[in-house]
């Protein structure tokens, strides 16, 4: 199975995110997991772009729209941004479906994984630095979930 079906596979569920708010918190999270280290250039946002088309639970969802709120918001003020994300987490955990918030923590650790120092997308690398680390343990605990047991 090549590379990217295996990431597709990954994200793929026979349903969607019942919701925006997953949805949103879904992509939010990828990319404030790429913007852990300070910053996010446009290596890293198109990985986790790829990422997420590769996602059939994003399916139906205007993926180009939500990515386009979340890069505005970052650029703006990081601080802001994570904070609407972990506001849209509690969201999600109050919906009390597991598998939506098992599915957002995994698309985070996922991209967070899934570049080696060159900036290539590669699989399971064990990269995760621990700026990266500190946010998945932060979106696991606002998800209601414990990192280690996902990681």
Not at 7 to 36: E, H, M, Q, R, T
Not at 92 to 112: M, P
């Amino acid at each position: 199975m090549s590379f990217w079906k295996k990431i597709g596979a990954a994200f793929s569920s026979s349903i969607k995110f019942d919701n925006d708010d997953a949805a949103n918190c879904s992509i939010g999270g990828s990319l404030l997991v790429a913007a852990a280290d300070g910053n996010i250039d446009a290596q890293e946002v198109q990985t986790t772009m790829d990422m997420a088309r590769g996602n059939k639970r994003l399916d139906g969802f205007d993926i180009r729209a939500i990515f386009n709120d979340w890069e505005a918001q970052i650029a703006l003020s990081v601080r802001v941004a994570r904070r609407d994300f972990f506001e849209l987490c509690g969201k999600v955990r109050a919906r009390k479906n597991i598998k939506d918030c098992q599915d957002i923590l995994f698309a985070i650790i996922e991209v967070a994984d899934s570049s080696n120092e060159d900036g290539d997308l590669v699989e399971g690398q064990g990269n995760i630095d621990k700026d990266e680390m500190k946010f998945i343990k932060q979106a696991a605990e606002a998800l209601g979930l414990k990192a280690e047991d996902y990681i």
